[in-house]
């Protein structure tokens, strides 16, 4: 069975820095690319970044762009979002998801094409 973990999530201040990791089992990363989505209370579902599955293309949402950094090791079959300079609105639970493309860019807009999906990690930006 396709299987998502996310962790990394926590508590931390305005400015600080949390590093989120996304760990695949039953399935390799090196044909699926991979989102990152959150969700914050009462809004929907949204894309904040995504990485093909050659490791190129990585995208950005423009709320995050600068500022979060997406990652693969293929070796330890896991995705890593860096998120530094975090803000009060960054809060919300994140979402790690694979959708199998071997080739070409990601889209992380297009949160219909993922179909496999982590259980959510919260991140809370607060004083």
């Known amino acids: 069975q396709l299987q998502i973990v996310e962790s990394g999530g926590g508590l931390v201040q305005p400015g600080g820095?949390?590093?989120l990791s996304c760990a695949a089992s039953a399935f390799t990363l090196d044909t699926y690319a991979i989102g990152w989505f959150r969700q914050a209370p009462g809004k929907d579902r949204e894309g904040v970044s995504c990485i093909?599955?050659?490791?190129?293309?990585?995208?950005y949402a423009d709320s995050v762009k600068g500022r979060f950094t997406i990652s693969k090791d293929n070796a330890k079959n896991t995705v890593y979002l860096q998120m530094d300079r975090l803000k009060p609105e960054d809060t919300a639970v994140?979402?790690?998801?694979?959708?199998?493309?071997?080739?070409?860019?990601?889209?992380?807009?297009?949160?219909?094409?993922?179909?496999?999906?982590?259980?959510?990690?919260?991140?809370?930006?607060?004083?």
């Open 17 to 19: 820095s949390l590093r």
């Open 52 to 59: 093909s599955s050659r490791s190129a293309w990585p995208k």
């Open 94 to 127: 994140y979402y790690c998801a694979a959708e199998r493309r071997p080739s070409g860019p990601c889209y992380y807009h297009a949160l219909d094409e993922y179909d496999v999906w982590g259980q959510g990690t919260q991140v809370t930006v607060s004083s």
